[in-house]
């Protein structure tokens, strides 16, 4: 069982930038996929960002892509999300989630693919 902890959200202004990360404990991190996404009040949980195993592959929400950069550090079995010029849009609970190497395709943009979560960390953007 791969257990995952957030940290670095905060409260920070419009166009201010922040630094998430998630460490894993209790598996292989070279052979788990890595997810990131996010739930506001009142919405449904969406997709942010997800890596693959060995960090070849990344995917971006539209609504993120060139603001925030996922990336990965096996050394550190640690996953990251750099979130620059952030939008009060932005605010919410962000989680990381992992999924374990195993049969099917990888689907990194549906949270139902993923096997292991962590608890969330609250980000809020203030304009």
Do not use: H
Request: hydrophobic share 35%.
């Amino acid at each position: 069982q791969v257990q995952l902890v957030e940290s670095g959200g905060g409260m920070v202004q419009a166009g201010d930038s922040l630094r998430l990360s998630c460490a894993t404990s209790g598996g292989d991190f070279r052979k788990i996929a890595m997810g990131w996404f996010r739930q506001a009040p009142g919405k449904k949980r969406e997709f942010v960002a997800a890596v693959t195993f060995a960090g070849s592959s990344t995917y971006y929400a539209e609504n993120v892509k060139g603001r925030f950069t996922i990336s990965r550090d096996n050394a550190k079995n640690t996953v990251f999300l750099q979130m620059n010029s952030l939008k009060p849009e932005d605010t919410a609970v962000y989680y990381c989630a992992a999924r374990g190497l195993r049969g099917g395709n990888y689907q990194p943009t549906l949270d139902t693919d993923y096997d292991n979560w962590g608890q969330g960390t609250q980000v809020t953007v203030s304009s």
